[in-house]
């Protein structure tokens, strides 16, 4: 009974991990126990630090750890440079235009450095290094408190600043992203400035790689209340696609850059990298 008990606990972990919330009742008929049997199997394993209680079940505390920012610069680096791209050409000198944090919105702070009349509002210190120089860039940085790992500022003082302006074009960051539940994040506070940074902006993209369309990594979503575009690049699942196309999202697949197209990932200069 003893070692059932242990492969039932096993699997309730690997169940909140990769299908996210678990309730008692669910995994009382699942399994084929009585609810006290499962309430006692939670209370072990949040004991143990396995999981989190929440009302009326349990969710993992970390199904997928974050990795620092200057870990992921390197990941999928053509298909976020294809991003980083396709991204850039969609934005006309004059504009105001508001950048996030993350590996692929620093890629297109590179690509905007020899931009003339742009003005351009960030969180990101990658963003700020990129285009701290740039003699047609207006920058404005958006200070608040510094979140190590996204190397970005975050909380109610970035907030306020953002309510005082607009902007023509948003560009989100994503550590997955869902046509459904909208922007993953690892924290509440992202998810809250992701919002209200869509809410300041008349157009609104997120920038995401084909291996984060459907990727639900955390338990933290941003909902986007508008009308908003996909961008993404070739390795993205067509199904994974027609899913966002169903619900009214526009989507960009911008195509993968060449060998000789696309810069060594030097070029990307991140905070502390």
């Known amino acids: 009974m003893a070692t059932n008990s242990h492969l039932?606990?096993?699997?309730?972990?690997?169940?909140?991990?990769?299908?996210?919330?678990?309730?008692?009742?669910?995994?009382?008929?699942?399994?084929?126990?009585?609810?006290?049997?499962?309430?006692?199997?939670?209370?072990?394993?949040?004991?143990?630090?396995l999981l989190a209680r929440t009302?009326?079940?349990?969710?993992a505390l970390a199904a997928h750890p974050e990795s620092a920012l200057r870990e992921r610069a390197g990941e999928a680096y053509d298909a976020k440079l294809a991003i980083a791209r396709s991204a850039a050409g969609l934005i006309r000198p004059g504009e105001s235009v508001l950048l996030d944090a993350g590996s692929t919105i620093a890629l297109l702070a590179h690509e905007l450095k020899a931009t003339s009349r742009l003005?351009?509002?960030?969180?990101?210190?990658?963003v700020i290094a990129e285009l701290?120089?740039?003699?047609?860039?207006?920058?404005?940085?958006?200070?608040?408190?510094?979140r190590a790992l996204s190397q970005a500022f975050v909380g109610p003082l970035t907030e306020a600043a953002l309510e005082r302006m607009t902007f023509d074009r948003a560009f989100l960051g994503a550590d997955g992203v869902s046509a459904t539940d909208g922007i993953c994040e690892a924290e509440l506070t992202q998810t809250r400035l992701k919002e209200l940074m869509a809410r300041r902006a008349e157009r609104v993209y997120v920038l995401a790689h084909g291996a984060k369309i459907g990727h639900r990594p955390f338990h933290f979503w941003s909902r986007l209340g508008k009308p908003w575009t996909l961008v993404t690049d070739e390795s993205a699942e067509p199904a994974e696609l027609r899913a966002f196309e169903a619900e009214g999202i526009d989507v960009l697949v911008a195509k993968n850059p060449t060998a000789e197209q696309a810069d060594p990932p030097g070029q990307l200069k991140l905070q502390n990298a």
């Open 8 to 49: 039932r606990r096993e699997e309730i972990v690997k169940r909140a991990t990769t299908v996210g919330l678990a309730g008692v009742d669910e995994l009382a008929a699942h399994f084929n126990v009585t609810a006290s049997t499962i309430r006692r199997d939670l209370a072990r394993l949040t004991a143990e630090g």
């Open 132 to 146: 701290n120089d740039s003699k047609g860039v207006e920058l404005e940085c958006l200070g608040g408190r510094l």
């Open 55 to 59: 009302y009326g079940g349990a969710m």
């Open 119 to 126: 003005h351009v509002a960030t969180t990101s210190l990658s």
